[in-house]
């Protein structure tokens, strides 16, 4: 069992920036996907950011590329997504999401669809206005 606790959300305006984090509990690997979805009523749920971790294979979405950050600390079991020059079609609830993978190319689509994340967080949300 994998439970994870997102935080870190708020309100911000656009340009400007948040830190959400993810903890992770229970049994863990060594190399596993951790991921980071945002959902919205209008767009239903897409995949943000996935690592595979204690690795370097990292993968953005095109719609965030270059504005946000993934990164992990596994001695904490916390993963981050630092986000940069908000936007206002950021606005969302962000999940932090997991699921045992023996590959990096498992965290991502197509041999990763989201539905295969088994472990899912409660979700934060993040306001951005123009």
């Known amino acids: 069992v994998v439970q994870l606790m997102e935080s870190g959300g708020g309100s911000v305006q656009a340009g400007g920036s948040l830190n959400l984090s993810c903890t992770a509990s229970g049994i863990l690997a060594e190399k596993m996907c951790m991921g980071w979805f945002r959902q919205t009523p209008e767009t239903g749920r897409e995949e943000v950011a996935s690592i595979y971790t204690n690795t370097q294979a990292i993968h953005y979405a095109d719609s965030v590329k270059g504005r946000f950050t993934i990164s992990e600390d596994n001695a904490k079991n916390l993963m981050y997504l630092q986000m940069n020059d908000l936007k206002p079609e950021d606005t969302a609830t962000y999940y932090c999401?997991?699921?045992?993978?023996?590959?990096?190319?498992?965290?991502?689509?197509?041999?990763?669809?989201?539905?295969?994340?088994?472990?899912w967080g409660q979700g934060t949300q993040v306001t951005v206005s123009s």
């Open positions: 999401a997991a699921r045992f993978a023996i590959a990096p190319r498992y965290c991502r689509a197509p041999d990763g669809p989201q539905e295969d994340y088994k472990f």
